[in-house]
């Protein structure tokens, strides 16, 4: 006994160095920055109307220390009735500070999630499977590179892996010996998975079918003592109260508070364009207009005052973007929307060769099903059920979507190993297997987030078959700082992804490009750009906010090698004298908006003309420059740079719908415009 419990400390020590060790090499990552500013305004405001699109409960976690610090609050502040962009409020909060004391007190505080599930899969697996088989499946859990990945950042993926994980357990053991004290803690675990994410919903179903099958397993004999429909009866009975507590528990961490209160809200110009004419295009339908998922069950729920408005809130749009999809990236192509087979592929990339290895071995061993048939449906049933609904989601952007599903294969392939270790031929195997699992994990430090396992090349080739939070979130500042410093890299340009600020990581390149804040740039780019250019894997796959535009602009660097590979493969480095043309088209357009809207109109229109110059083909310089020619009153010129903008872009195979929809708008209007005129 005593034994067992030094071997899980030292365990659970081992995570914890892995955690503080690695999040120390970690930039900020793209939801970080919002996401702490969402929960230190929970604290401080009692607005959970900031940052709606995931529940509060991680965030209060993360944001709890901040509120022992001397933190300097910025705009909005408590009582403002505007809300800007989430991701540059955050921004300026987080940097208004010493991020990486912020960032580092919150990441620990969002490791005692990751913490607490080492507990739950060491007790788990010791229950189900006994002590030999929670040391494999906790050695595999510290381990994966995925939990090591995720583990320590300020997301909600990793308290929906730990609720829904003790939902599930807590149903088992309340059907081992069902008691009003079970069914109590059967309730808070499940207002906990509902508080985390929203996909946390799917605890109701993994419930519902779990409960079924205890019932449906039980047999005539109990059935004739105690009646089968009296069996049902009180289940529904024992499930109703614990989904009451379930109730309770979201209005508690949500304070309470019902109503969302009313909100001036950021919009683009392009929305604005589009609200002004009344305009619908799919995009925008897609997005905001189209009719609520559930209509009736929502309008019963704000009508009954069952869950906050909020919450309700941000479950609509959950389930409207998981149906209206984004752009994804898989084995080197791009989707528009999200595809079924997303998720197994990238559980086949991302998951290491032993522990798939040991999931096979599982299924090949007879015994271990006929022995532990209760324990394996309870591991396998959740994750069919998140693995069915992520695969019909159209929103594919990241293994952490998938997350929750690991702790459950983790100890079906702890157990696994275990059986196979009492077979003397197959010791040497697992032993191997286990070695391979751990080595694995070392070799891939810091670099958790971009892991690939070696049948795909490691991590750094992972950006050739994954992009988004597998590979590139924006967490490798730290590392292109120290590349820059030791290589005398200068001139250096540097196509950033993500939302962190470059100069306080001590990056002299000149931003290039950084997809969430465009028009930050201050001066236009060379047509060729001699010297160190760093991008962000995230653009290489055609992801970058610029592709919607009918250009590419890295062609030159993708026939290229890279001369190194930041962060796994996060930044890729090239060095040479590259044509950037089309890139510098793209953001002279860019530029000529900003100058634009601080109404140096002259100098607009000849960033804009130029543009339109370097790159001829893309459709957003001449729509730029139609913008231009509109608010000089030069109205045929406008109309004609539209139409062509107007042309070029529904054209491309990817294309923004909601642009596209403006440059019709305003082509009309500048029509009718000319036609008054004359």
């Known amino acids: 006994m005593i034994r067992s419990k030094v071997i899980f400390f030292a365990l659970l020590l081992i995570c914890t160095a892995e955690l503080v060790l690695s999040m120390r090499q970690l930039s900020q990552t793209w939801d970080e920055a919002a996401y702490l500013l969402a929960g230190y305004r929970y604290w401080q405001c009692a607005d959970f109307s900031f940052n709606a699109e995931s529940p509060p409960l991680a965030k209060l976690i993360a944001a709890a220390p901040l509120r022992w610090m001397q933190v300097r609050q910025v705009d909005p502040q408590c009582g403002s009735s505007e809300i800007g962009d989430e991701f540059e409020d955050g921004r300026r909060f987080l940097y208004a500070n010493n991020a990486d004391r912020v960032l580092m007190r919150a990441r620990l505080a969002a490791s005692l999630f990751t913490l607490s599930l080492v507990l739950l899969v060491w007790r788990v697996t010791k229950s189900f499977f006994g002590a030999t088989a929670a040391i494999f499946s906790t050695v595999l859990f510290i381990f994966e590179p995925n939990i090591l990945a995720h583990g320590a950042l300020v997301t909600t993926d990793m308290a929906l892996a730990l609720s829904l994980f003790s939902a599930t357990i807590a149903l088992y053991w309340y059907f081992q010996h069902p008691n009003m004290w079970r069914v109590a803690v059967l309730g808070f675990t499940i207002g906990l998975t509902l508080a985390s994410k929203f996909a946390g919903v799917l605890v109701i179903p993994v419930v519902i079918m779990l409960a079924a099958l205890e019932i449906l397993r039980r047999g005539n004999s109990q059935c004739e003592a105690k009646g089968r429909r009296f069996r049902w009866l009180l289940t529904a009975r024992d499930l109703a109260t614990a989904f009451v507590i379930a109730t309770f528990i979201v209005w508690s961490v949500y304070g309470f508070h019902f109503a969302v209160p009313p909100r001036s809200g950021y919009i683009t ?3 604005r364009i589009l609200q002004e004419s009344g305009a619908k ?7 905001e207009t189209t009719k609520e998922p559930f209509p009736f069950m929502f309008a019963v729920f704000r009508r009954a005052k069952l869950l906050p408005e909020c919450y309700l809130e941000g479950l609509g749009r959950m389930l409207k973007s998981a149906e209206s999809g984004r752009r994804m990236f898989v084995f080197g192509r791009t989707y528009d929307r999200g595809r079924w087979f997303y998720f197994p592929l990238a559980l086949l990339v991302k998951l ?3 522990v798939m290895f040991l999931l096979v071995l599982c299924l090949f061993q007879g015994p271990f099903w006929t022995k532990h048939r209760r324990e394996v449906i309870y591991l396998a049933i959740p994750v069919l059920v998140f693995l069915a609904f992520s695969m019909i989601s159209r929103v594919n952007i990241g293994i952490r979507h998938a997350l929750p599903v690991l702790p459950f294969l983790i100890v079906l392939a702890g157990a696994a190993a275990t059986m196979w270790l009492s077979r003397v031929r197959w010791r040497i195997l697992v032993c191997v297997l286990l070695a391979w699992h751990i080595v694995s994990s070392i070799r891939s430090f810091p670099n958790y987030l ?4 070696e049948a795909f090349g490691g991590p750094a080739n992972a950006h050739k078959w994954l992009s988004d939070s597998n590979v590139d979130w924006g967490q490798s500042l730290k590392q292109v700082h120290q590349y820059i410093a030791s290589n005398s890299a200068m001139p250096c340009w540097f196509l950033q992804n993500g939302t962190a600020n470059a100069s306080y990581y001590q990056i002299p390149c000149e931003i290039a490009f950084q997809e969430q804040y465009p028009l930050q740039i201050t001066r236009p780019l060379p047509e060729r750009m001699k010297g160190t250019v760093l991008i962000s894997s995230h653009y290489l796959a055609n992801l970058g906010w610029f592709s919607e535009f009918g250009s590419d602009p890295l062609v030159p660097f993708k026939a290229a090698s890279p001369v190194a590979r930041l962060g796994g493969s ?10 950037t043309r089309l890139l510098a088209g793209i953001t002279g357009s860019l530029l000529a908006e900003k100058l634009q809207r601080a109404g140096h109109s002259d100098w607009a229109l000849q ?7 370097l790159n001829p083909a893309a459709a957003y310089p001449d729509l730029s420059l139609c913008s231009v020619y509109t608010q000089l009153n030069q109205l045929e010129l406008a109309a004609a740079h539209c139409r062509r903008g107007q042309r070029r872009l529904s054209a491309q195979p990817h294309y923004n719908r909601d642009l596209l929809a403006v440059g019709t708008i305003i082509s009309k209007q500048l029509d009718a415009a000319v036609r008054s005129a004359h």
């Open 269 to 271: 110009s392009w929305e």
């Open 607 to 613: 960033y804009a003309v130029r543009a339109v110059s």
């Open 570 to 579: 996060s930044v890729l480095v090239y060095q040479g004298d590259f044509d």
């Open 352 to 354: 290491t060769l032993p």
């Open 450 to 453: 971009s892991y690939a396992n």
């Open 281 to 287: 295009t799919a995009t925008v339908q897609d997005s």
